[in-house]
């Protein structure tokens, strides 16, 4: 494996990683393929540059050699200038290699053997024509430049071939090369640099915010101090806030373990303090009253656990990964079944009002009934209890556009209205009958708000109370 | 009515012991699984009180390798578990009938005696309910041993409460059974056998309610 690849699968990775390291490491990866491209790019232009300059002292010395050929005596005569020589000398190191053909491309002098053919050239030459090729085992650049003479005697091109070694032009190519990468690292690292510092002072405001959260607990209701940086500044309003939130249901919890100690404590010192009576009492028989005292405080103590944990289920079951599609009218049958069936040996009579469409909701079934459980046993406990009228239970499910309704309605004395939003607290009694645990409504409304329903209390009616849940339509409760 | 009740807390298996042998039942009380298990492989009991945590193999386990091997006694569950989901799986593995603790000892009765009512209604002629009795071969019904006059519709009606305790019966399920296709029935004459059958058996253990709305439920409340 490569060393990117190396570092690809390092980077995508799903282990811990360091933010600094990471961007560290992408910028210089980035940087780097930056650097490759632009030294290309150099490489040529340096190239190019050493190339145009060398070319144009081989071009004034070929120009200044063709003006020493001339015909002379119907001959051609060849005379070269000592300035071509000078011309070259521009690199002094090199070596220059020449060649002169007469109009008939005869070798009229210099090197004979040299890599540039003539046969390869244009007849008619006007602009010079530059090749490279290795010569002796060193690189030379030739110029190929004709002169037409025109004499009665000699009519024609000569040709001259004029070759110069690179060591010159490769040195300066190379001075310019090595500049041009220099300054470019000098900038990349420099940019790496300030990226560094960029990221820790970026970063800062993470160590700071862990500091402060180290140093004070979690139970603290200080909040966090503010901070003059904008972009900071929504992260800890929403520590803040979260803290906020956990804080108010930790308190919320606190109530409710406090209230449920006491709730669970009063029945169990009655009925304790019932059975000390009984056993100091000096009469040998236990009256059976007494008896039937301490049955009647232990059953209603039993049914303030039961319904204490139905609702601590119900609030802990809020998790909506467990709702699915439900049929309503399905639910209130078998709720209504079970409460006939439980309630038979009483006078209740309990009614049914079905929908006139199919009423399908999101939620938990269990918690549903439940709560709908707890509330068709409120309505036994605090319906009519008169011996001349019947108790009647209407449970009705309504389809509407914006919701779907269950009511639960009694003929009982029902609850005034002032008290009405009171009812729905935890171990609040209203009404009449003070007999119950004061949760059935708390339960039901916590079973309605976690289905992002509603409770509400009315009077129906029948004349008593009137219980209404409203549980939001399957695609909206999606949406919410 | 022969019950086998499996029960680690002392306790309560001792309360739950002498409340049933004072009603006359025969019941046998054993603290695990394993013990359970080796007295149904002998002897023929009616129905089983099985708590769901015990040492050792579970309530669950139990009542699992019970039904895997096709033996259908009746089986009630008993827990104290606060999850709602227990009373769930309970049916789901095959109980009969479940009850969370801190349960009436007279419920734990009347469930047991259903359960036998309904496991022996499949195999006798007699049903009992409390004080009413009904013979589905010679059709005699008996509340308090008194025979009791009934209307070959009534009677058909009281076997269908009888066979269908404790279930929503709707009006048409009760049309459809005592009315066949030729018998033109008003709404009302359903309502009205119903009236009659109700006021025949007044003093009866056995409770026919009506949910308007929904249906008929019978019930015996013993």
């Known amino acids: ?480 | 009515m022969r019950v086998l009740l499996t029960e680690d807390n002392q306790g309560l298996a001792q309360s739950i012991v002498q409340y049933f042998s004072e009603m006359g039942h025969a019941i046998d009380w054993v603290d695990s699984a394993e013990k359970a298990e080796s007295i149904l492989a002998h002897d023929t009991i009616e129905v089983l009180i099985l708590d769901v945590n015990l040492p050792g193999k579970s309530g669950f386990e139990l009542l699992t390798s019970l039904r895997s091997r096709k033996n259908s006694i009746p089986v009630l569950i008993l827990t104290a578990r606060a999850e709602v989901d227990d009373r769930v799986s309970a049916l789901d593995l095959g109980a009969d009938d479940y009850l969370v603790k801190p349960f009436d000892l007279r419920e734990l009765a009347a469930r047991c005696r259903a359960l036998v009512r309904r496991e022996r209604g499949k195999s006798d002629n007699e049903i009992h309910c409390g004080n009413l009795s009904f013979n589905s071969a010679t059709k005699v019904v008996k509340v308090n041993q008194e025979i009791i006059e009934l209307r070959p519709r009534e009677v058909q009606m009281l076997e269908l409460f009888l066979t269908h305790l404790d279930r929503m019966l709707t009006k048409d399920d009760i049309a459809n059974r005592l009315y066949n296709f030729d018998e033109a029935y008003t709404p009302n004459a359903v309502e009205q056998t119903l009236t009659r059958l109700r006021k025949q058996l007044q003093g009866s253990t056995l409770i026919i309610k009506t949910v308007r709305g929904l249906g008929y439920l019978a019930h015996v409340h013993d």
Not at chain 1, 339 to 347: E, G, L, M, Q
Request: net charge negative.
């Open chain 1, 1 to 480: 494996m490569s060393t990117i690849e190396k570092i690809l699968a390092l980077i995508s990775s799903s282990e811990e990683y360091s933010l600094r390291q990471r961007m560290l490491t992408r910028t210089a990866l980035f940087m780097c393929t930056v650097l490759a491209i632009l030294s290309v790019g150099v490489w040529h232009y340096a190239n190019t540059s050493a190339d145009y300059s060398y070319d144009r002292l081989l071009s004034s010395a070929s120009v200044t050699m063709l003006d020493g050929i001339n015909v002379a005596k119907n001959q051609v005569h060849i005379d070269l200038p000592y300035s071509a020589f000078e011309i070259l000398q521009l690199a002094p190191d090199d070596k220059v290699y020449y060649a002169i053909y007469g109009p008939n491309a005869d070798f009229l002098s210099g090197y004979f053997d040299l890599p540039v053919k003539l046969t390869d050239q244009q007849a008619d030459l006007i602009e010079p024509h530059y090749a490279l090729h290795t010569y002796k085992g060193k690189k030379v650049r030739f110029i190929v430049r004709q002169k037409r003479l025109s004499e009665r005697s000699v009519a024609g091109n000569v040709t001259i071939i004029l070759g110069q070694t690179t060591l010159a032009r490769d040195a300066q190519m190379r001075d310019t090369l090595y500049a041009a990468l220099t300054t470019l690292m000098v900038v990349m690292g420099t940019a790496l640099l300030v990226m560094w510092i960029a990221i820790n002072r970026a970063l800062s405001p993470l160590n700071w915010l862990s500091s402060q959260l180290k140093t004070q607990s979690p139970m603290d209701k200080q909040n966090l101090p503010t901070t003059q940086m904008l972009e900071v500044a929504p992260l800890t309003q929403a520590i803040n806030d979260y803290r906020q939130q956990w804080l108010s249901a930790l308190a919320a919890m606190r109530d409710f373990i406090a209230d449920a100690s006491h709730q669970i404590r009063t029945a169990q010192a009655t009925t304790k303090a019932q059975l000390e009576i009984a056993l100091t009492s000096d009469n040998e028989q236990i009256d059976k009253n007494t008896i039937n005292e301490i049955y009647k405080d232990h059953t209603k103590l039993t049914r303030l656990t039961n319904q204490l944990l139905a609702h601590a289920t119900i609030v802990h079951r809020g998790d909506r990964q467990t709702f699915s599609v439900l049929t309503m009218q399905k639910i209130l049958q078998d709720v209504i079944t079970q409460a006939v069936r439980d309630y038979a040996h009483t006078d209740i009579e309990f009614e049914y009002v079905p929908p006139h469409n199919d009423v399908q909701i999101l939620g938990d079934e269990l918690v549903l009934k439940e709560a709908l459980r707890n509330v068709i046993d409120n309505a036994v406990q605090h319906g009519s209890h008169t011996s001349n009228t019947t108790a009647i239970i209407r449970i009705s499910l309504h389809y509407r556009q914006e919701n779907h309704q269950v009511w639960v309605e009694d003929n009982g004395p029902g609850i005034p209205e002032s008290m009405m939003s009171q009812a729905l607290e935890r171990f609040v009694k209203v009404g009449r009958n003070t007999q119950g645990s004061g949760l059935g409504l708390a339960i039901a409304q916590s079973a309605a708000l976690t289905h992002r329903g509603q409770l509400l209390l009315s009077k129906s009616e029948l004349g008593g109370l009137a219980v209404c849940f409203s549980f939001p339509h399957i695609m909206d409760a999606n949406d919410a």
